[in-house]
């Protein structure tokens, strides 16, 4: 298992170091460059000279990989050039980062919270009424764009019936900030006025979020638990009198969560492609958000950073999935 | 002599096992899934649209017709009239045509960056698959690299190294992110050949290495990868409609399609969602269509529903 985890590590190690080449060349590959981004396109060429020279872009590309590296690895992404202008890039990700990890955790919790037993529900009555427009339903939901969905839902809510807020994290009301996790900050401060508001402002955004993950968890549940169940050791089960809801739990359900375990783990990058669209529907202000208006406004300090975290954060993901295998799976844990 | 006619009995074998075993006995098994008519229908309907839209669209897509009932003041757009069944857009111009004209556009995108992500993953993931040395981890490693990062965000990067975006970027920045999902899953199936007994056989025969490669394994490993491509044109259409919604789509207006027109249309949702909820129902619906096609075939296809 140790050897197993560090192996998969070194792996990351390697795979990060390609992706901050790749995204290095991708930065100078820019139209534009870093230099005509900081001093926009009516720069004099003394000026662009003088900061081309100062950020060490006229030394050959391989020492500037480096220096790039090694400031990368101190922690030193640069400023802001774009999105929150002069601010450390480093400082603008640690504010924004709680957002999308409260949008996220809710967006799945959500996506599982209805998938999974939606799933094991339409196996067990395969064909029947839930089965087919649950099935319906969550075709629908990888068809619609996600943009449009969070839009759509906005529109309804928030404009029209206007139940919940339409855009931020949490209302210009006096809250106590601790962690910068909203939500735990009110409890941890037992403002609950806070926490109703910040979970007001998260509702839609999740909802929207969640749509493509509860398609994919939902059908990989109930194509699992359809597996499972015809499997020669639930037979068994049933033929020595066990009750119904110990086959389910210890039998059906536990042998079909490990194809269940790693879809919920890849579907890590398309929360986060899709925090990008619904953060900025509703203006919620963390990753997805910045990375939105970064593009726009060709933030590349930015960027590049956010990029880095998202695929450590992706492959990080992965790596728990994988390890979580062990503790579903015991056969695994051999391997 | 004996050992020529050996060959072309193996090459007829592997013809043979896969005209029955895979083509037709797909197809026993699609008549029996009604969802896959649904999918057909659709997309046979999207293209045929797509084709006869010139001839189907009531009016000119581009000329701002209804120009006289657009006011930014009050913040109307036309609304259904005769001849004009959906009325027009923010810029005066037929709905209806809009949408018809911009079928082809979608399709376009669509099938091109399907086509691309599929010809550059055969072409890796045949190599690779097909080679398995270093190359196969290099490659691999590559593929790693890229499926590392969220293919929209990939999409969202690529789209970003055109100075200027056109059609043709959105087209390539799509496209380029499902090359190592193709690439990951041909060579898959390619491994999966390799030690099928009937491609040993062929090597064992003494057919040409390349001629194992391609008439041997290729044809068989597909299956997977076409399921796929129906899939992958369903989120291509939607990730380009992503794109256009961040800024990163055609800026030019005149050549309508329905991503484009989705995002364009974000500025006046809460006033007119009407505007963006037709181009959103036609890419709902197209997409449904595609995907329901690449699922049936998945059933079809799998080796664990023959009977």
């Not at chain 1, 480093?90 to 924004?96: A, D, G, S």
């Not at chain 1, 037993?117 to 087919?132: F, N, S």
């Amino acid at each position: 298992m140790l050897r197993y985890t560090l192996r998969r590590l070194g792996q990351m190690t390697l795979v990060l170091l390609a992706l901050s080449l790749l995204i290095f060349v991708w930065l100078h590959a820019l139209p534009g460059g870093p230099v005509s981004a900081l001093l926009g396109e009516r720069a004099t060429p003394e000026a662009a000279r003088t900061l081309t020279s100062q950020l060490g872009l006229d030394q050959p590309l391989y020492v500037q990989y480096v220096r790039f590296l090694l400031s990368a690895l101190s922690g030193n992404f640069g400023a802001s050039i774009g999105v929150q202008p002069g601010i450390p890039v480093t400082q603008v990700f640690l504010e924004r980062f709680p957002a999308t990890v409260e949008l996220t955790v809710c967006a799945i919790t959500l996506a599982v919270a209805v998938g999974i037993p939606l799933g094991y529900v339409a196996a067990r009555r395969r064909g029947g009424l839930l089965d087919t427009l649950s099935i319906i339903g969550s075709l629908i939901s990888v068809a619609i764009p996600v943009f449009f969905l969070a839009f759509l839902l906005k529109y309804v809510f928030a404009v029209k019936l206007g139940v919940l807020p339409n855009s931020g994290r949490q209302d210009a009301i006096d809250a106590t900030r601790v962690t910068g996790f909203f939500v735990l900050d009110g409890i941890l401060t037992q403002e609950w006025d806070a926490v109703l508001n910040s979970l007001e402002h998260l509702v839609l955004p999740a909802i929207a979020l969640a749509a493509v993950p509860f398609s994919v968890i939902f059908r990989i549940t109930r194509a699992a638990v359809l597996d499972v169940q015809d499997e020669n050791y639930v037979r068994t089960a049933e033929s020595k009198g066990l009750t119904g809801a110990v086959i389910s739990r210890r039998h059906v359900l536990r042998n079909a969560m490990l194809p269940v375990a790693t879809t919920i783990g890849l579907q890590a990058g398309a929360l986060l492609a899709g925090a990008v669209l619904t953060e900025r529907v509703f203006n919620f202000p963390g990753i997805g958000d910045a990375l939105a208006l970064g593009f726009q406004q060709r933030d590349y300090p930015l960027l590049e950073l956010l990029i880095l975290v998202a695929a450590v954060v992706y492959m990080a993901i992965n790596l728990v999935v994988d390890l979580s295998y062990g503790m579903i799976d015991p056969r695994v844990r051999a391997g | 002599m004996v050992i020529t006619t050996r060959k072309k009995r193996v090459d007829e074998l592997a013809r043979a096992d896969m005209e029955t075993s895979l083509v037709a006995g797909a197809w026993r098994r699609l008549r029996r899934i009604p969802v896959f008519f649904v999918g057909v229908t659709i997309m046979a309907g999207f293209v045929l649209v797509a084709l006869s839209a010139p001839w189907l669209a009531p009016h000119d897509p581009t000329a701002a017709l209804l120009l006289d009932q657009v006011s930014k003041a009050r913040n109307t757009i036309p609304a259904p009239q005769p001849g004009y069944p959906l009325g027009g857009d923010d810029q005066g111009r037929d709905l209806l045509s809009r949408l018809l004209i911009g079928s082809r556009q979608t399709l376009l995108v669509g099938v091109l960056a399907t086509l691309i992500g599929f010809a550059g993953g055969l072409v890796l993931g045949t190599v690779a698959g097909a080679l398995a040395s270093w190359v196969d981890t290099v490659i691999m490693r590559v593929v790693d690299a890229m499926l590392s990062i969220p293919s929209l965000l990939l999409a969202v990067s690529i789209a970003a190294l055109f100075a200027h975006p056109s059609q043709l970027t959105v087209i390539l920045a799509v496209a380029v992110v499902q090359i190592p999902i193709f690439a990951r899953l041909l060579r898959g199936s390619m491994l999966a050949q390799r030690v099928s007994d009937h491609v040993l056989a062929a090597q064992a025969l003494g057919v040409r290495p390349s001629a194992v490669v391609f008439r041997h394994m290729l044809p068989n490993a597909l299956s997977p990868v076409i399921v796929l491509a129906t899939i992958v044109l369903a989120t291509s259409i939607i990730d380009a409609a992503a794109l256009s919604f961040l800024g990163l789509g055609n800026p030019d207006d005149t050549v309508p399609e329905w991503g484009q027109m989705l995002a364009r249309a974000q500025d006046v949702f809460d006033t007119h969602p009407e505007l963006a909820f037709w181009p959103a129902s036609c890419i709902i619906v197209v997409a449904l269509g595609f995907t329901l096609c690449g699922e049936s075939l998945r059933d079809a296809l799998d080796p664990k529903n023959r009977r």
